[in-house]
């Protein structure tokens, strides 16, 4: 009989299993589980509080309160109504979103395919930094230097392309300031590292030999890119853009020292000096409030922390389907 003719018996495969947990492992993991149901806990104790405070105010006012245009103390009953707040938080996060996300992709690429590995832990550091800096800072850094530039930026704009609506204005006399072009800009200074965070972890697992066998076979950076990186990795940015977007939503320092408040709505004409956001007004009424105010001021930020709350969870829906070997 041949050596080839003779069946070899299969190889016999164990199903591994992890041993006994040891009592740093218990402890280890109890503490790690107690932190995360704690985060859910906080967050459902922060809902239940705010809208047990903010009840008195939302059965007031009812429906009007979101889409209203008037805020007066001085009326009997008071009249709570915060429609162009709204407004203005998601047209100033919108226009943050659209200054930085550019911004910020073309950063992580920069870090990530470009630089040395030396500079670009570098980069990294810094962008990481930029995150840490406290949002009164920023404030007063885009009343006292960046405010008077976006205001020349505004005046071209208006100049060149006043006949689109969105870059017209009732007057000039204000110089362009106090707008939410300018308030936009403060927001997405703000938001890029976010971005910049995710795009650079989602650049960073994609497989080299792919890109560098587009660029050998003559693409440049530029097609490369529009072909090979970003449809790959585009489900995972969007994420990171809404991320930066439920950032921006909340914003409060930065935007009171910048914008204007007004409850008027501003329909898109981002260089008009009128509009506001939800999270600056707060802050600029809650010292003089009333306990009726008071009141309508907590309703305002539970419709602020829904509105987040809902922005990041579409957010991390789309990171987690984007990048599946995080589940393995």
Known sequence: MSESSVTKPAPVRRKLSAGPLSTGDKLFFGTASIAANFAFVLVATILIFLLIQALPALSSQGLPFIF??????????IVMQIGPMIWGSLLIGALGVVFATPLAVSLAYLIVFMLPDRSSKAAASLVDLLAALPSVILGLWGLLVFTPVAAQWSSILNSNLGWIPLFQVSTVDNGFLGS???AGWIVAIMIVPI????????????????????????GSRLSTFRRVIFPTSS???????LLGLGRALGETVAIFYVLQLSFDFNWGQILEPKGGAVASMILSKFGEASQAEVSGLIAAGLVLFILTLCINFVASVIVNRAQPWRKD
């Not at 209203?68 to 009953?77: F, L, V």
């Not at 795009?199 to 497989?207: A, C, I, M, W």
């Not at 489900?235 to 853009?241: E, H, S």
């Open 180 to 182: 939410p072009f300018i």
């Open 68 to 77: 209203g245009t008037e805020w007066n103390n001085a009326k009997d009953p």
């Open 195 to 218: 971005i910049t965070s995710i795009t650079r972890e989602v650049f960073s697992q994609l497989d080299r030999d792919l890109i560098n066998g587009a660029l050998a076979l003559g």
């Open 235 to 241: 489900g995972a940015v969007v994420g990171g853009v």
